[in-house]
């Protein structure tokens, strides 16, 4: 028997769970790298160890490629649910739920800025409303960006980032496919460039329809890119698929992308081929122009933003 005996109490947590506020360090999916916020915000997204590139929204993507404010049209275009769809819930709810999460009205932003001086006509895709889905809003408002840049004679950029058609809208949903690549052949008989950025995911529709069909196709390094998914092409040709199959870097090894660039360095290279391509530096749209285009455009709702 101890002649001395100390009894253990327990260590209290403290009241407070963590010092550390949340949102502070973030952990890279890829290489399990523990990134300062703030670092990571400086980096575009980028792991600074591994170069594995994070989803961005599209607001965000609209900053890396902007010189600074832009002017963003068509943001009160909303889907009126035309065939009443539901699934395990209503498609009005759907809409209702990403309505309030991404503060848009669909998934795609379009809006005329600057790119280097170079005056611009850019539509980018929200992967975080249903799935960056292409809906009956999300053809109108590209296909306005196209008209828009028609009439004022600026390129085209268009950042994909989607899962395809939304089969809630169903052949309304394709229809867009064919109404975006007829304005684009419009465009390049106009001779003016137009630079596809397919980011990770691109799927279905939008890779069979408009993000295919740049006269320069850019990618992010490990975008996944494909009509179909993996799993759907194993079980329908019962084969084993290569590795890295559906990646930026096998689909231009076999000659579906023209280059495959870092997003730090995608503002200098898009410049870069609209240069190339003959575009000039921005100058102030005379009176008589802009009223054009906005008539060219349908009178879209245009707001400052940046």
């Known amino acids: 028997m101890a002649w001395f005996k100390k ?11 963590s010092r550390v506020p949340e949102g502070l ?7 399990s790298e523990i990134i300062y916020n703030k670092d990571l915000v400086a980096s575009q997204h980028v792991c600074t160890k591994c170069a594995h590139h994070f989803r961005l929204s599209a607001t965000e993507r609209l900053k890396t490629v902007f010189d600074g404010e832009w ?47 170079l005056r611009c006509s850019v539509a980018a895709m929200e992967y975080g409303f249903i799935g960056g889905s292409m809906g009956v809003v999300v053809g109108e408002k590209i296909t306005r960006a ?18 395809g058609a939304r089969m ?15 304005a684009l052949a419009r465009l390049d008989r106009a001779r003016l460039p137009y630079v596809s950025v397919l980011t990770d995911p691109t799927t279905g529709g939008v890779t069979a329809s408009f993000a295919m ?6 990618a992010e390094p490990k975008a996944l890119i494909g009509f179909a998914g993996p799993r759907v092409i194993e079980q329908t040709i019962r ?4 590795d890295g199959f559906q990646r930026s870097e096998f689909l231009m090894e076999h000659g579906m992308l023209d280059v495959v660039v870092d997003r730090r360095e995608m503002k200098d290279v898009i410049a870069r081929f609209l240069r190339f391509a003959g575009a000039r530096k921005a100058a102030t749209v005379p009176g008589a122009l802009a009223a054009t285009a906005s008539a060219a455009a349908r009178t879209p709702g245009a707001e400052p933003a940046g």
């Open 71 to 117: 002017q963003a049209y068509d943001t009160g275009l909303t889907s009126i649910d035309p065939l009443s769809f539901t699934d395990t819930r209503p498609y009005s709810q759907r809409l209702a739920t990403s309505i309030s999460a991404t503060g848009l009205q669909d998934a795609v932003i379009t809006a005329t800025g600057t790119v280097q001086g």
């Open 7 to 17: 009894d253990k109490k327990p260590i209290e947590p403290p009241a407070d769970k």
């Open 168 to 182: 809630m809208e169903g052949a309304l949903s394709l229809m867009q496919m064919a109404k975006i690549s007829a």
């Open 239 to 242: 084969q084993k698929l290569p």
């Open 213 to 218: 069909l740049g006269d320069v196709n850019i």
């Open 146 to 163: 196209i008209e828009r840049a028609l009439v004022e004679r600026m390129p085209v950029i268009i950042i994909s980032c989607s899962g």
């Open 25 to 31: 360090w973030v952990k890279c999916p890829s290489c």
